[in-house]
């Protein structure tokens, strides 16, 4: 039995009227488990994130017998912080970092959607999607989730607002595990690029690694954002592997449903 996480996306699922799964696989997934997954869950659409050193994930996909496609490809950059200095420093010591509560959901939804326009999910790339899907909604889904679940809701997972002179200028995001932390999601706003903010988020992310005794750090980048990269490589992080991410659409629900 491979070693996976199946979850069922309950934001996605409720604003596009489907059912949503995501499905990470660090270890190899076999045609059958993947079909099982899918066929017992009655899934829609599932969101497989796969590291591509696999050789054989198309043809697994192909024979698990639905339709999909490859969405992309993610960067992933690790660093250890036994080898950071004891405190990252800080370029712009104005910029203040907030944590994000409920009440920011409003300042939060406007953040994302300013600098996330041009990396949305890519469901609605998808031709059996595209009657259900816009880019609309995709951005809708994406505003929702962090809302739901790093404003204070979720213990582990936390998101703080970046301020210059009380204006919120971009935000970043942390799951705290039990021995690092993953930054899935963090924005500047355009206006605000280029004088390192970039880095001051990478170094707060940082210190709360070494204000909570975290050994790891973890984050990633779509291929076609170089811009990251080079700021990722230039912080010390060093690229670890690349992710495929494919979207598998057995429509399984949306078919039940005609009958």
């Not at 800080?90 to 406007?110: A, G, M, P, S």
């Amino acid at each position: 039995m491979s070693s996976f996480s199946f979850t069922h996306s309950k934001t996605e699922s409720n604003i596009l009227g489907i059912s949503v799964w995501r499905l990470e696989a660090p270890n190899l997934v076999s045609s059958e488990e993947l079909k099982g997954l899918i066929l017992e869950n009655q899934c829609d659409l599932v969101r497989l994130r796969i590291p591509s050193s696999f050789e054989f994930t198309h043809q697994i996909i192909d024979e698990a017998g639905f339709s999909y496609y490859h969405s992309g490809t993610i960067c992933v950059f690790e660093t250890d912080m036994e080898l950071q200095p004891d405190q990252p420093e800080f370029i712009n010591q104005e910029v203040k970092y907030r944590l994000c509560r409920k009440e920011d959901h409003q300042i939060l939804t406007e953040l994302i959607r300013s600098t996330w326009c041009h990396y949305p999910i890519g469901y609605y790339r998808s031709s059996n999607l595209s009657h259900i899907l816009t880019k609309q909604k995709e951005m809708e889904c994406l505003t929702s989730y962090y809302c739901e679940n790093f404003c204070g809701t979720v213990s582990n997972q936390r998101m703080w607002i970046l301020e210059l002179e009380n204006r919120p200028v971009g935000f970043v995001s942390a799951q705290i595990q039990e021995n690092g932390i993953i930054s899935t999601i963090a924005g500047i706003l355009p206006e605000f690029q280029r004088n390192g903010l970039c880095k001051d988020m990478i170094s707060w992310i940082k210190l709360q690694c070494l204000n909570n005794s975290k050994k790891w750090f973890i984050t990633g980048s779509r291929v076609e954002n170089p811009a990251s990269w080079k700021t990722f490589l230039k912080c010390g992080l060093t690229p670890t592997r690349f992710d495929h991410v494919y979207h598998i659409e057995p429509m399984l629900g949306l078919i039940a449903s005609e009958y």
